[in-house]
């Protein structure tokens, strides 16, 4: 893996990148709220030598090895920005086959990048992503701010994000329960998704129904597969990483 800051719109981003496979796919992993690069873990590695495609794994500004943020107020449209920013990014590196893997906010992020720049994009992989906010989101949301004020899930996380912690977490939080993102949506954006789309939803998710599953695929314009996955939350990579694993390598051998 070559690591590296780029430097995007401004923004020094940490970057993991393998590009060794001439000619085959890139699988860019897009992290979660609360997530980094290293929380992947071993999973890309893995998914990387299943289906011999090339691997990007980035963190976003205020998130693990790159830049703070220079605030933790965020617009409405945050998620849409960091697609731009990905589309930027992915230029940067001369990615043109991308096969977009996201976690949570990463697969809003993966979902919206497919919609506004369907020329990079391959296909989608789309994991406890959100289209819009539901009831069980926020309640979600206020149960990790109380386990961050009551446990050491602050410590936690410092082991991974450093002094940023506090920063990136107030962003999520206040963000997700203002009240002007009550009416956040991307659904306007689904029908020009046109790549194929595995959707993949644990069937306890802590953090969404599976009303956000339907709504997807109901929606975009290329083929959609779903994958609920019974007993699993909203990590359904690190709880039953088996059974993503051989799902998403049959999923990318289909596809790319």
């Not at 981003?13 to 496979?21: I, Q, V």
């Not at 940023?164 to 107030?170: A, G, I, P, S, Y």
Request: hydrophobic share 35%; with cysteine.
């Amino acid at each position: 893996m070559e690591e590296r800051i780029i430097e995007v719109r401004g923004q020094k981003l940490y970057t993991a990148c393998s590009k060794s496979l001439e000619g085959k796919p890139v699988i860019v992993f897009l992290h979660d709220s609360l997530g980094c690069t290293q929380l992947w873990r071993d999973f890309p590695v893995k998914l990387s030598e299943a289906t011999d495609c090339n691997i990007l794994m980035y963190d976003r500004l205020g998130y693990g090895k790159s830049g703070p943020m220079i605030t933790h107020e965020r617009p409405v449209n945050y998620m849409e920005l960091e697609a731009d920013l990905l589309n930027d990014l992915l230029a940067e590196l001369h990615i043109d086959n991308a096969v977009l893997f996201g976690h949570s906010d990463g697969g809003t992020i993966a979902l919206i990048t497919a919609a506004k720049y369907p020329e990079k994009v391959n296909s989608v992989i789309c994991e406890a992503g959100h289209i819009f906010v539901e009831e069980v989101t926020l309640k979600g949301v206020y149960d990790a701010w109380d386990a961050y004020k009551t446990t050491n899930l602050a410590e936690r996380l410092q082991k991974y994000h450093g002094d940023k912690v506090e920063m990136l977490f107030k962003a999520w939080t206040e963000t997700w329960t203002r009240e002007d993102y009550r009416s956040w949506t991307i659904e306007y954006l689904l029908k020009d998704i046109q790549c194929p789309l595995l959707f993949i939803q644990g069937e306890a998710d802590e953090y969404g129904t599976l009303d956000q599953v339907e709504k997807t695929v109901s929606q975009v314009s290329g083929t959609a597969e779903k994958y609920i996955i019974p007993g699993a939350g909203h990590t359904p990579h690190k709880e039953v990483p088996d059974l993503v694993l051989k799902r998403t390598t049959d999923f990318i051998h289909q596809y790319s």
